[in-house]
Structures are given as C-alpha cells and as structure tokens.
C-alpha cells in the first residue's frame, strides 16, 4: 500500500506532495489549486495500487484521509 502526504510548506508558498514511492523526493505544488492538484498526482500515480492520501493542515493535523483501490 502506498502512503503519500500533502503538508503545507513552511514559507506558505503551497504544498509538498511526500512520498516514499515517488520518483521524486517530494513535489512542490502552489497558487490556488494546489491541494487538489497534488491528490490528483498522488491518485494518478498510485492508479495500480492501493493507497492512502493524507492532507495536513499547517498545525500538522491530518484533515483529510482518502484511501484510493484500484479499478478492477
């Protein structure tokens, strides 16, 4: 299962996308449809595996948990 987490940046200028899975340490997301474009990466990159998306707002809280299954 794949594990991914959207945490706001600490100089407010968007969102990092973290996950051990990526090809990427993390990817930098900003401007207004940031959150939802780094869940639909993390969507679009897990679409093969089971996952969990996690979105933390800036208290380091989750707010959300969305866990995405493969089609079938």
Do not use: Q
């Not at 987490?5 to 340490?25: A, C, F, N, Q, T």
């Not at 940031?34 to 639909?40: D, L, P």
């Not at 998306?53 to 995405?68: F, G, H, P, Q, W």
């Amino acid at each position: 299962m794949y594990l991914h987490e959207v945490r706001p940046r600490k100089d407010h200028r968007g969102v990092d996308l973290i996950s051990d899975v990526l090809p990427y340490s993390l990817l930098w997301y900003a401007g207004p449809t940031a959150i939802s474009n780094a869940i639909s990466f993390a969507k679009f990159y897990s679409r093969s595996h089971d996952a969990v998306i996690r979105v933390y707002d800036e208290a380091k809280s989750s707010d959300r948990k969305l866990t995405c299954f493969p089609f079938l």
